[in-house]
Nanobody, 124 residues
């Protein structure tokens, strides 16, 4: 099994930046892809960004492309989501996810392991 713990959420103003972290533990050597999803109140959980274990493959939702950057620190078993130019519509609970399949997925079904989430609130 793999355990994921997110941190770094908080309350910021529109235009500010925030960096989320996701620390993985357990059988992390089995993981190929890690991703970030978010869920706003009353909405479906949606893909935000994903990255391969090597860092060589990344994927972003169109709504965050150019503003968010996903990265990975393998020695620390940690993946980051740097969020710049935040908007009110970025407000959501952000979840970290991981999977063993050899691709960076963009849907919930493609990730087997999930963290508990961290709240990000952007005030306008």
């Amino acid at each position: 099994q793999v355990q994921l713990v997110e941190s770094g959420g908080g309350l910021v103003q529109a235009g500010d930046s925030l960096r989320l972290s996701c620390a993985a533990s357990g059988r992390t050597f089995t993981i190929y892809a890690m991703g970030w999803f978010r869920q706003a109140p009353g909405k479906e959980r949606e893909f935000v960004a994903g990255i391969s274990r090597s860092g060589g493959s990344t994927s972003y939702a169109d709504s965050v492309k150019g503003r968010f950057t996903v990265s990975i620190d393998n020695p620390k078993n940690t993946v980051y989501l740097q969020m710049n130019s935040l908007k009110a519509e970025d407000t959501a609970v952000y979840y970290c996810a991981a999977d063993r399949r050899l691709r960076v997925g963009r849907t919930r079904d493609e990730y087997a392991f999930w963290g508990q989430g961290t709240q990000v609130t952007v005030s306008s």
